[in-house]
């Protein structure tokens, strides 16, 4: 069974530039948060996702976007790159008739120069 | 707003002893609590789910209590192992189903 897949592992961006990183749920969940964690700090709720829709969103700008699949996979996409966007990238999934413990996947490094 | 704090930092220890790290919030109307492990660079692991209706979680030489009334949770790893060297985080979700994180405990246990 495999676990929260995330891809690429490493992306090096330009300021100003657009990016996309994917992600895919364990089998049998049906919801998937992202979040994003800086150097030395505790991951940050971005938004979540379920039945293809938006449920919750944290704190982020609008440059921070999303979009779930009928397969349930994921996406994050961030506009106008800012050196402050440098984080990594976690994703998590879990499913609402289990037991809610969030499972992550192994994230996305984004480096902004 | 619901704020997650976890104590110590950082924290270095020789192999074999004992340790407690510690978790608190403050609020209490939390829909469960999750401990979870991160090695450098790396995505988490989960250790302990305790549901807000439970007192305590165990898995081998981990123990997680909880104490919803106070806002505290602790994680006591017993006779530490090197591979025990990593960061530990906490992270209690609401009613929206969110998972808000301390910042965690640097934990280094030395041969």
């Known amino acids: 069974d495999a676990g929260v897949t995330q891809s690429p592992t490493h992306l090096i961006k330009t300021r100003g530039q657009q990016v996309t990183l994917r992600c895919s749920p364990k089998?049998?969940?049906?919801?998937v948060s992202w979040y994003q964690q800086a150097l030395g700090q505790g991951p940050q709720f971005i938004f979540q996702?379920?039945?293809?829709?938006?449920?919750q969103r944290g704190n982020f700008p609008d440059r921070f976007s999303g979009h779930q699949f009928p397969n349930y996979s994921s996406e994050l996409n961030v506009n106008a790159l800012l050196l402050g966007d440098s984080a990594l990238y976690l994703c998590?999934?879990?499913?609402?008739?289990?037991?809610?413990?969030?499972?992550f996947g192994p994230g996305t490094r984004l480096t902004v120069t | 707003k619901q704020e997650v704090t976890q104590i110590p930092a950082a924290l270095s220890v020789p192999e074999g002893e004992n340790l407690v790290l510690n978790c608190s919030f403050t609020d209490s109307a939390i829909y469960n609590l999750q401990w979870f492990r991160q090695d450098p660079g790396k995505g988490l692991t989960s250790l302990l789910l305790i549901q807000s209706s439970q007192r305590e979680q165990t898995s081998g030489r981990l123990n997680a209590s909880l104490d919803k009334s106070s806002g505290r949770s602790t994680l006591y790893i017993a006779a530490s192992q090197p591979g025990d060297s990593a960061t530990y985080l906490c992270?209690?979700?609401?009613?929206?189903?969110?998972?808000?994180f301390g910042s965690g405990t640097r934990l280094l246990v030395r041969p």
């Open positions: 992270a209690v979700k609401d009613s929206s189903y969110k998972l808000i």
């Open positions: 996702y379920y039945e293809e829709e938006e449920r």
């Open positions: 998590a999934s879990w499913g609402r008739g289990s037991s809610y413990e969030q499972y």
């Open positions: 089998s049998g969940h049906d919801t």
